[in-house]
């Protein structure tokens, strides 16, 4: 029997997404208004459309109004973007955007700086071009992960993008606002969906009979939902961070047996909020694949239900599921399933693959992994990245696929024009994998300021500047060739996935961050907060301690977040706290006015240096 709903005092959000009219207004009614935004209401429900309303921090100045631009967030799910949709997004970013292309965590593409007055341009561009905003953002399954390998000789990987693709329509909202908005009602579709999505739409159970949205229902979901699809071993997708992760598994002649399934995984949390954490999917069960959908449509069917509607901090379905037990939520899910779930399959470890470098398909074609830095595809100087992709895909109408780590699979290229490409990437000053740090490799960042408004220090543009000063402090202590998996956020709702990284700054002040420590290499272990608040400039003096007993106790071939998970926190500190470096001399505080201290901050991120280290440079430059 399932649990009964326990009556709850709905959000402001609940009540204003009922009065929606299914995610039309107040969208209609302000697309006709002058102004350059729109207003709270507008704002909440916009999101549903893939877009988030947003100001340029930089260009703040008092008594003026807001830099209001907005943030345009693709659905693409397993991150595949044809090459039309492609080329067409190159120019909206040149025409109506700040010149960027962003890859995102989650295999999608985010256009920035579209002003309210081409939303509509823009998005009508990109579903003629095979491309669709719809669900991108809002209380909804958001875009679904699979593994970016196009290979063509390995069938799990087919079965995992098909499936991918297939969970992506039978969980897009139903509501015609989306065409009415911004397609004058046009439902311009790239194709019907498979049949066994149709044949699980007319599935009846955990559906809202009569209903606009027979799976969301007026309200839709009570948070953001979010779903991964993998082959046993890789987790190109981090899988323990999804709502629901899916893994495929088939059978000794080659066919899709099921799937194991994973749910409540999250990231997001607020700082000094105990009751807010991050947490890794619990294993639910084995499900054929002829019941998949039915499956994954009963899980989402029990969070909408039974999520916490009264408190947007605690409704995304891994509190649910923390509140009530494995057991329970399982319980409930079968109830609306119709079936038994069998316990999970044994699977081997899961390792994380990012597929940068040249990789046969198994078709006799190649693909390319290349990496970027955050994600942003851009030019600057010598580094042409924008314009060399835009070259590529159009001179050979190569599709490309994103990955989890925020870099780029061109695919399908043909042998003969391997060497063509490498060449087109050097001459536009692109490196490729063998060429960059390994911190980088395997490092990602938010966007954070200026643009994003939950931000509460820097991320994106710090992490470079970063990223160096680790790479020193490594070589300092003869580790030159270490690496490890690097996350930095402006915030704590966890868009980069940082608490599964071995080494973790969560933005907590200006210029203020949480240090985190202990994920695993291969993203199935969390990572604990270490230091609560880190300034930029203590950086050096808080890492240089860890690495000195990294160095010094480390197992053979242990990684940094392995070594910190097995020496224990206790450990960590005890040495950090005793530990004195050579070169340790006195220090003597000097103040700066807020002008210099923001100019000296700006270089000192471009130059990978600690603020510290370019005061003292600058000063005694000057008494020389």
Request: charge should be neutral; include cysteine; hydrophobic fraction near 35%.
């Amino acid at each position: 029997m399932s649990p009964t709903a326990a009556p709850q005092k709905l959000s402001k959000v609940e009540d204003l997404k009922a009065r929606s009219h299914y995610l039309l207004e107040p969208i209609l009614s302000q697309l006709q208004e002058e102004s350059t935004h729109f207003n709270e209401d507008g704002i909440q429900i916009l999101k549903f459309h893939g877009s988030y309303q947003q100001d340029n921090r930089d260009n703040r100045v008092k008594g003026q109004e807001k830099d209001f631009q907005f943030m345009l967030r693709l659905r693409s799910p397993g991150g595949y973007i044809p090459p039309q949709l492609y080329l067409t997004l190159d120019q909206l970013a040149e025409d109506y955007g700040n010149g960027t292309l962003r890859a995102t965590t989650r295999q999608a593409f985010q256009l920035h700086g579209i002003l309210k007055r081409d939303l509509k341009t823009v998005i009508r561009r990109i579903v003629e071009n095979l491309g669709s905003t719809i669900s991108a953002c809002g209380d909804v399954n958001r875009n679904v992960m699979a593994p970016p390998a196009p290979f063509r000789d390995r069938p799990e990987y087919e079965w995992a993008r098909t499936h991918a693709n297939n969970i992506a329509d039978l969980l897009t909202p139903e509501s015609g606002a989306y065409y009415e908005l911004w397609l004058d009602g046009e439902k311009i579709l790239s194709g019907e969906p498979d049949p066994a999505v149709l044949a699980a739409r007319r599935n009846p159970k955990g559906r809202v009979a009569d209903s606009v949205e027979p799976l969301y229902s007026d309200r839709y979901l009570p948070r953001k939902f979010k779903i991964a699809v993998t082959v046993p071993g890789d987790n190109s997708i981090d899988l323990f961070t999804q709502d629901i992760g899916l893994v495929v598994i088939g059978n000794d002649r080659g066919e899709l047996e099921g799937f194991n399934v994973y749910v409540g995984g999250g990231m997001g949390r607020t700082h000094n909020k105990e009751e807010t954490f991050a947490r890794l999917a619990d294993p639910l069960g084995f499900v054929p694949a002829a019941d998949i959908y039915a499956a994954v449509q009963a899980i989402v069917a029990t969070q909408r239900d039974y999520g916490d509607r009264s408190n947007r901090r605690h409704a995304r379905m891994k509190y649910l599921i923390h509140d009530w037990g494995i057991a329970k939520f399982k319980a409930a899910v079968e109830d609306v399933f119709g079936k038994a779930i069998a316990p999970v399959r044994e699977l081997p470890p899961f390792r994380y693959r990012d597929y940068l470098g040249w990789h046969e398909q198994g078709d006799g074609k190649w693909f390319l992994g290349l990496p970027i830095t955050s994600g942003r595809i851009k030019d600057d100087g010598n580094w042409q990245l924008r314009s060399a992709l835009r070259e590529i895909v159009s001179r050979w109408q190569l599709p490309l696929l994103l990955t989890g780590s925020q870099d780029v699979l061109i695919y399908d290229v043909q042998p003969s024009d391997r060497a063509a490409i490498d060449k087109l990437l050097r001459d536009r000053g692109v490196h490729t994998v063998e060429a960059i740090d390994s911190l980088q490799r395997y490092a990602m960042a938010c966007p954070a300021l200026p643009t994003c408004g939950l931000a509460i220090t820097e991320s994106e543009r710090a992490l470079p500047g970063l990223l160096v000063r680790i790479r020193r402090l490594l070589e300092e202590q003869g580790l030159p060739d270490e690496h490890f998996v690097v996350r930095m956020t402006g915030c704590p709702n966890g868009c980069a996935r940082p608490y599964m990284a071995e080494l973790a700054f969560v933005g907590s002040a200006p210029n203020t961050y949480q240090l985190w420590l202990g994920g695993s290499p291969d993203q199935t272990r969390l990572a604990r907060p270490f230091i609560d608040r880190l300034a930029d400039g203590d950086v050096e003096t808080q890492l240089r301690p860890l690495f000195v007993f990294f160095k010094q106790s480390r197992q053979a071939g242990e990684s940094f977040g392995n070594f910190c998970d097995r020496v224990g926190f206790e450990a960590l500190h005890q040495f950090s706290e005793s530990y004195q470096h050579d070169a340790a001399k006195p220090r003597y505080r000097v103040g700066l006015r807020a002008d210099v201290h923001g100019r000296l901050k700006a270089e000192a991120d471009k130059r990978g240096v600690s603020l510290t280290d370019l005061a003292c440079e600058a000063i005694a430059a000057y008494l020389r």
